[in-house]
């Protein structure tokens, strides 16, 4: 793949560090916090990834992280050891490492780390080559890209989907994603946005494909923009592409895809109308990958964008740079400490493509070493 980098020295930007930085923020979202794994969740968690190479270039990634300590153990022990000294600009460091650690599982924890290497090593060549990251991606097709609210589960409480859907509205968001399993929660949000706002419904694989049906139906009279991860186990596309063909309502999925390979499939044999890779699972050279597979078919790329660091804006210039004009997902809550709440902000329901070189900002100092790891 092009780079951009053809007149950099392979000699010029040899890996220094690669540094997995856990990233707690804490939240509030109206209410009780939600559960997660069975727990009360109060913060919403993800690592950053520092890469530095030996001339002092830094460059920044990010990693889906459940548990920071099993993530740290794996960048100190697996990522770490098989990245240093090794050059940036070489093509083929990160498909090495993919094979030389394809043992220890081609989905799940290692995968997310390198996920997170990839996407701060896009950042690092944008930055060397001087251009936003879009350039790189097959260049800008829009400058600014609409979010979209994403709800927490509120589980059909009607009175707080009505409060806080109204309150994203009044805020300058005109597309909702709710987290819910019922129609009446979708009803409640539908009779506080109006006919004509876009509502996705995401149901984190809440049905069995016999139980799916029944249940999507009791939503269509609501006009679901999608209905996202109907199915368990998620990874029956058989069922999937069934239920696709029958329900009449779009599906989304591939937040759990187990693999780029598996989501690849869903795309050529349009399994759901919309398929959602997460850079911060899969990688932005994955996602991108599956991006452009997209083209020329039915299903459309929606990246997973339930995150806040460079993962969030690695997606903001995937965005930007698709053939398919899509919303970036913003999850709707009120943070102790917003990342680039100043250098990348959300303005009405809009943000804006940074035009400065690599991702187009980085993570502030107060959240790298400040008390929100």
Same mark, same amino acid.
């Given at each position: 793949?092009?780079?951009?980098l053809d007149n950099v020295s392979m ?16 939240? #509030?979202?109206?209410? @009780? ?42 960048f100190k022990t697996l990522i770490a050891?098989?990245?240093? @000294? &090794? ?17 220890? *599982? ?20 944008? &930055? ?11 260049? &800008?097709? /829009?400058? /600014? ?14 009175? !707080? ?14 597309? $909702?994603?709710?987290?819910? /399993? ?19 419904? @995401?149901?984190?694989?809440?049905? %069995? ?17 999608? $209905? ?9 596309a058989g069922a999937l592409a069934r !239920? ?9 999925? +591939? ?5 780029? #390979?598996? %989501? ?8 759901? /109308? ?6 911060? &699972? %899969? ?5 991108? +990958? ?20 460079? *993962? ?6 995937? $965005? ?21 709440? #100043?250098?990348?902000? $959300?303005?009405?329901?809009?943000? #804006? ?21």
């Amino acid at each position: 793949m092009h780079c951009g980098l053809d007149n950099v020295s392979m000699n010029d930007d040899i890996i220094r560090s690669v540094t997995c930085i856990p990233m707690r923020l804490p939240f #509030h979202h109206w209410t @009780d916090p939600p559960l997660f794994a069975g727990r009360p969740r109060t913060t919403l968690d993800s690592a950053l990834v520092r890469l530095e190479t030996q001339e002092g270039v830094v460059a920044w990634g990010e990693s889906y992280c459940v548990e920071p300590r099993a993530l740290e153990a794996i960048f100190k022990t697996l990522i770490a050891p098989l990245a240093l @000294d &090794k050059s940036a600009s070489d093509p083929s460091l990160l498909p090495s490492m993919q094979r030389t650690l394809h043992n220890l *599982g081609r989905s799940g924890p290692v995968v997310h780390a390198m996920a997170g290497l990839d996407i701060a090593l896009w950042d690092l060549r944008a &930055k060397r080559a001087g251009v936003p990251l879009y350039e790189l991606l097959g260049g &800008k097709r /829009r400058d /600014r890209v609409r979010a979209y609210a994403s709800l927490l589960q509120y589980y059909g409480d009607a009175r !707080l989907l009505d409060t806080v859907t109204t309150q994203a509205l009044q805020e300058g968001y005109t597309e $909702i994603k709710l987290h819910e /399993r019922g129609s009446a929660a979708l009803s409640a949000a539908r009779r506080a946005a109006g006919e004509q706002v876009p509502i996705m419904v @995401d149901t984190n694989c809440a049905w %069995l494909p016999d139980e799916a049906p029944e249940a999507i139906a009791a939503m269509r009279e609501h006009n679901p923009f999608w $209905i996202e991860e109907p199915l368990w186990p998620p990874e029956d596309a058989g069922a999937l592409a069934r !239920l696709q063909q029958s329900c009449g309502v779009p599906l989304a999925v +591939g937040e759990n895809a187990s693999s780029a #390979h598996a %989501l690849t499939e869903l795309v050529d044999n349009e399994s759901a /109308r919309y398929v959602q890779p997460s850079v911060i &699972k %899969l990688g932005l050279t994955a996602t991108l +990958g599956i991006s452009r597979r997209c083209d020329g078919t039915p299903v459309v790329c929606a990246p997973q964008v339930a995150f806040f660091g460079p *993962g969030y804006l690695a997606s903001l210039h995937l $965005i930007a740079a698709q053939r398919q004009e899509v919303s970036l997902e913003r999850l709707y809550v009120e943070l102790d400490r917003t990342p680039y709440q #100043h250098t990348v902000p $959300i303005e009405h329901g809009w943000i #804006h493509v940074p035009d400065t070189p690599g991702l187009g900002a980085d993570p502030e100092t107060e959240l790298v070493e400040g008390g929100f790891l």
